[in-house]
């Protein structure tokens, strides 16, 4: 517990996972592609390791899920929701986008009344909430936090029209 409370213990902290995350043997095909008979061996691992993997040691839980749902066999429409779930928090344990944490720090340190004393004044604060009030309620894009990006289109009447697409 003390690793996860570090900061930037997302992108740099080292976490005891299980190499093998069965209880068991399985007659489950994904699993058995993965996995074999081992003992139950734990060994410390970055939240990239763990939901995204380590060649030739260990599958991930991203790319388990993954295997998992294709024998799921899903209509086209849930099958690309949770694609881009997975993808949002693979770029999370990956570092790719910021975790919210690191994001508020940067926000304070480089807010203009900010005067690099570890006090949050009221005025950054409530600049703080506005920007998180309206990041939530999609008036403002912030790519750092997100893979939901914002394009300005013309419709087939020459109108401006918003689009969101996520990668």
Known sequence: ????????????GRFYFRKDILTGPTTRPFY?????LGKHE???MSLNDIFNGVENEFPGLIPLV?????????DVHTSCTLHRYL???????SGELQTTASWMRDFVRSHPDYKQDSVVSEEINYDLMKTCQ???????????LSTQHEVMRKNSKGEGVKQIFCL
Do not use: C, V
């Open 87 to 93: 993808r949002f928090i693979s770029l999370k344990a």
């Open 134 to 144: 309206k990041i939530g309620n999609e008036e403002i894009q912030e790519p750092k």
């Open 66 to 74: 993954e295997d998992y749902l294709k024998d799921l066999h899903l």
């Open 32 to 36: 058995e592609k993965w996995f074999g």
């Open 1 to 12: 517990m003390q690793q996860a409370m570090k900061r930037d213990s997302a992108k740099e």
């Open 42 to 44: 734990y060994t410390k």
